[in-house]
């Protein structure tokens, strides 16, 4: 059993995160809040107002007089939250390193910028729905602040960037040809190389052999790069039909074609078995 000893006082009084507009009232859970929108923050968590709430309601002094050089010269975010995370030390080495990273990477990024990192945190994290509503969203707005003449990332490597990562996300559905559509419209608006192979990727899983092998046929350029997906895609089928999941659908088939009074039964005990599960 892992015990978490808190370092500092239980705040009577919470702190709001600007941006996040979250409560806090201890330091873990700033910390909490620190790595986890780590690409939202910007310079206005550096406040004097954090290190007065960190010294009079966490009682820790310390600390506070360790962060008052980084906000009153305009110290880097990245820094001012990493040395609050180690200090707490409420998460590993490595994981303050992927958080100093992250800041860094979200440092002088625009609103767009900040948001289409945060839509890309979604897909690294699997959460495919939400993440595709927030490229839906992202869109709307760069053609909005285009329209308007405002400050918008310059087209038309950020739009790329916005629609292959869209097909990421449709991809991570099994939505492969959505996914195809997302990456031939980054592949149209930059010509890159990564974008037209995702693209014939996506296209490899829905059509015949015969169908890719003709569609391949106009890609001359990226010879080498499509003999190395074909390389992959068959070691992933390979690796796919060893896996038991695989195993035990072959397995059904092929009792449904030998046997239909016991492929029936063994679709009630399995029916059976998964309504089980779901209770508990």
Request: charge should be negative; charged fraction near 30%; proline fraction near 2%.
């Amino acid at each position: 059993m892992r015990i978490s000893i808190c370092v500092g006082n239980y705040a009577k009084v919470p702190y709001r995160i600007p941006e996040l507009e979250v409560n806090v009232f201890s330091m873990e859970e700033l910390c909490y809040c620190i790595k986890e929108n780590a690409f939202l923050l910007d310079l206005s968590l550096l406040d004097d107002r954090l290190l007065n709430w960190i010294e009079r309601e966490c009682g820790l002094r310390d600390l506070a007089q360790k962060l008052h050089p980084l906000v009153h010269r305009r110290g880097m975010l990245s820094e001012f939250a990493v040395t609050i995370l180690r200090y707490v030390g409420f998460y590993d080495e490595e994981t303050v390193a992927e958080t100093e990273r992250v800041l860094k990477q979200g440092a002088g990024l625009n609103g767009l910028e900040r948001r289409k990192n945060q839509v890309d945190y979604l897909v690294r994290k699997k959460k495919y729905k939400p993440a595709l509503r927030g490229y839906d969203e992202l869109l709307q707005n760069w053609r909005q602040e285009e329209g308007e003449g405002g400050d918008s990332p310059a087209a038309p490597e950020f739009l790329a960037r916005i629609w292959h990562n869209k097909g990421v996300a449709y991809a991570g559905l099994m939505l492969y040809e959505e996914a195809a559509e997302c990456f031939g419209h980054a592949c149209e608006l930059t010509g890159s190389g990564e974008y037209c192979i995702n693209y014939l990727a996506a296209k490899r899983m829905l059509l015949s052999e015969e169908e890719y092998v003709a569609l391949t046929g106009g890609y001359g350029e990226w010879h080498s790069q499509i003999l190395e997906l074909e390389k992959q895609y068959k070691a992933a089928e390979g690796e796919w039909e060893q896996q038991p999941d695989y195993l035990r659908l072959y397995n059904r088939r092929e009792l449904r074609s030998r046997d239909r009074q016991k492929y029936q039964e063994e679709n009630q005990r399995l029916l059976k078995a998964l309504k089980s599960s779901y209770r508990m």
